[in-house]
């Protein structure tokens, strides 16, 4: 690995550690092995690798959402079988990610003190709308139609938040893939008979 990868994985480090107040440039290049230019000439300030950090790590989480890992057969796109199959296969993620997790709210619960950060990650939402309507939908990204991503997106990334916020405040009472469902289920039957 060169200085570039080596920061990256530094970083990434620090953030389970730590998280995004606390971590400094210092600890992620005593974690990396690098020197503290490497993380300007790399990724031009702290805030930028730590920003590229922690994407790497909720794609590492994202990656794991997908119910047709390991060769399982999976629920016709689109179908509700298929949504909650696939919010099964999140929530199961849930116990081995939490400390990314948090690092997400930790985030939501700063000022100005992480604008910098604040605004690179919004930027990378509209990835994690894609992903998300992708899973859901069974189509690539590349084929994904933007208004999709820009409806079904939010609304799966507004539930996720949702969700996460329920596990990491108390897991005993977080709602189920089985409740996700039948809760979509009653408002799709009302919507219905209107």
Not at 33 to 60: C, D, F, M, P, R
């Amino acid at each position: 690995m060169g200085h570039r990868e080596d920061l990256l994985e530094g970083a990434k480090r620090c953030l389970l550690e730590k998280g995004f107040l606390r971590t400094t440039a210092r600890d992620i290049v005593k974690e990396s092995g690098t020197n503290l230019a490497s993380i300007g000439y790399h990724y031009g300030s702290k805030a930028e690798l730590l920003v590229q950090a922690y994407i790497a790590l909720i794609e590492g989480v994202g990656e794991r959402f997908d119910p047709g890992l390991g060769g399982q057969v999976t629920q016709p796109p689109g179908s509700l079988e298929r949504f909650e199959e696939v919010w099964a296969s999140i929530i199961r993620t849930v116990p081995e990610s939490r400390a990314i997790w948090l690092l997400s709210f930790e985030l939501m619960f700063q000022d100005e003190r992480l604008e910098e950060v604040r605004k690179l990650l919004a930027e990378a939402q509209r990835d994690g709308r894609a992903g998300l309507t992708a899973l859901f939908g069974g189509v690539p990204e590349a084929d994904l139609d933007p208004e999709a991503v820009e409806t079904e997106g939010r609304l799966y990334q507004t539930l996720l938040n949702g969700l996460m916020v329920q596990w990491l405040f108390d897991p005993a009472s977080a709602s189920t893939a089985e409740q996700l469902t039948e809760g979509l289920r009653r408002v799709m039957r009302g919507a219905a008979k209107s």
